[in-house]
């Protein structure tokens, strides 16, 4: 979610990396569903999501397991004054959902890997597709 600027995002923080709001998908829910749901759920916050803006693969070699992640990001606005200030997660305190420049968010990692340059695009219109290969020891 941006702010009707694009000039900011509404990212969830810690103190080591920053990344896109959302959860997994419950039975039955849509990747829309889902979003609205989780944020409801961890931050009390209801919003409007719009198209898909992309596809993340994530294909890791993570503590010697094979993982493939499929990650849907949905285009979402909010007004800047809704959210004046940190929103706690309800169920870790040690996680906020926060309005971070581009310029900040290039600072330290920001998850999905490659999400900026979606965001950045003048291509809003076109859902990219973003394919991450990994291996972590």
């Given amino acids: 979610m941006t702010n009707p600027e694009h000039t ?8 080591e990396e920053s990344r896109l709001p959302g959860g997994e998908i419950e039975f039955g829910e849509t990747a829309i569903e889902a979003i609205k749901r989780e944020l409801l759920e961890e931050y009390n916050l209801s919003v409007k999501l719009g198209n898909l803006a992309s596809i993340n693969e994530s294909i ?3 503590d010697g397991e094979n993982v493939h992640q499929c990650t849907l990001i949905h285009w979402g606005n909010v007004e800047r004054e809704e959210i004046s200030t940190d929103l706690i997660h309800k169920e870790n305190p040690h996680i906020k959902l926060t309005w971070r420049t581009i310029e900040q968010l290039r600072i330290k990692p920001t998850y999905p890997e490659g999400i900026l340059d979606t ?6 219109q076109n859902v990219s597709h973003i ?7």
């Fill in 8 to 15: 900011e995002v509404l990212v969830q923080c810690d103190l």
């Fill in 60 to 62: 890791l070699k993570y």
């Fill in 119 to 124: 965001i950045t695009s003048d291509q809003r």
């Fill in 131 to 137: 394919i991450v290969r990994k291996a972590y020891t």
